[in-house]
Structure formats: structure tokens, C-alpha cells
């Protein structure tokens, strides 16, 4: 049920845009208490992105899940931008992260939803 896209104007090679999938896969689940069997992880690359008026390296992440509690999104801020900036030379100060809690009843899966 979590999902965490990651979108970075950084060309990155297949190899690299599959390793931070997978490490942020496993991130989310320790941060979040969910088994990584729920959790999906997206990495796109090389769109057009401007932040702070300049094209300069950057990362945009939205990061949604059911129960996603607020008390926990200090730590998830902290340990996705280490993780993202180890994975792409990116500096924190040019990462923004969106947190959203999804209903149950709007986040479907396996022909329902939760």
C-alpha cells in the first residue's frame, strides 16, 4: 500500500535508477512498520524540473500510504533525503517530499481495496 515516486531532472543509468528503487523500497518499509511484499517504489528521470529558478540537480518525492502518521514524517524526510542524496549526489536542500495518508476506501488493490 505505500508508494514512493521519486522524480529527479538527473540523467541516471538504468542500473543506478534500479538500485535506489529497490533501497527505497526496503527504506519505506522499515520507516513505515509495512511489509516491503506492499510497498512499490517509482524513479523517473530526466524530465524538465526548475526549482528555486534554476535547472541544477533535484528530486521531487511523493511518498503515500494508508495510516501514513504524521509523528513519522520528520524521520521519513530525514532518512529519504540521506538516501536519495547518497544514491544521486543531490543535496537535501534540493529535495521536497509530499507525505499523504490514504483512506482505506480510496486505495484499491487485488479487485478491492483496503
Sequence with gaps: MPFLKILTNSELPTEQAKTLAAKASALVAE????????????????????????DAPLAYLELKSIGLPESGTAAASRALCQLVAGETGIGPERIYIEFADAPRKMWGWNNGTF
Design 31 to 54: 520507516q513505515l512498520g509495512k511489509p516491503e511484499s506492499y510497498v512499490m517504489t517509482s524513479v523517473e528521470h530526466n524530465p524538465a524540473m526548475t526549482f528555486a529558478g534554476t
